[in-house]
Nanobody, 125 residues
Framework: QVQLVESGGGLVQTGDSLKLSCTASGRAFSEDYMAWFRQVPGKQRELVAVISSGGSTNVASFVQGRFTISRDNAKNTVYLQLNILQPEDTAVYYC???????????????????WGQGTRVTVSS
């Protein structure tokens, strides 16, 4: 059974940092795209960052310069470093995997095949 399990969320203050982790089991994802999405109640889930098997990244403009995605294929784990957190970053953050061999980054929710259960990040002002 394939599982993606996120960890590292929590309650922090404006300007703080967090590092989220997503560890996969049941299958190796070293050849696949991995990504982080986030969602707040009443809004659509949005792509935060995506990373290719080779380590190329694409980060959403609204977090560029503050958030960094990385991966450790040996650990089957993807990370999201969140710096200078703002109240508007409050959301549930989801890890996802896309079994794609395309040269183009997947960006749409339906392009991702596996999802974690999410980890909550709350940023107080």
């Amino acid at each position: 059974q394939v599982q993606l399990v996120e960890s590292g969320g929590g309650l922090v203050q404006t300007g703080d940092s967090l590092k989220l982790s997503c560890t996969a089991s049941g299958r190796a994802f070293s050849e696949d795209y991995m990504a982080w999405f986030r969602q707040v109640p009443g809004k659509q889930r949005e792509l935060v960052a995506v990373i290719s098997s080779g380590g190329s990244t694409n980060v959403a403009s609204f977090v560029q310069g503050r958030f960094t995605i990385s991966r450790d294929n040996a650990k089957n784990t993807v990370y999201l470093q969140l710096n200078i957190l703002q109240p508007e970053d409050t959301a549930v953050y989801y890890c996802a995997a896309a079994l794609s061999r395309s040269n183009y980054f997947p960006r749409e929710i339906d392009q991702f095949d596996y999802w974690g259960q999410g980890t909550r990040v709350t940023v107080s002002s």
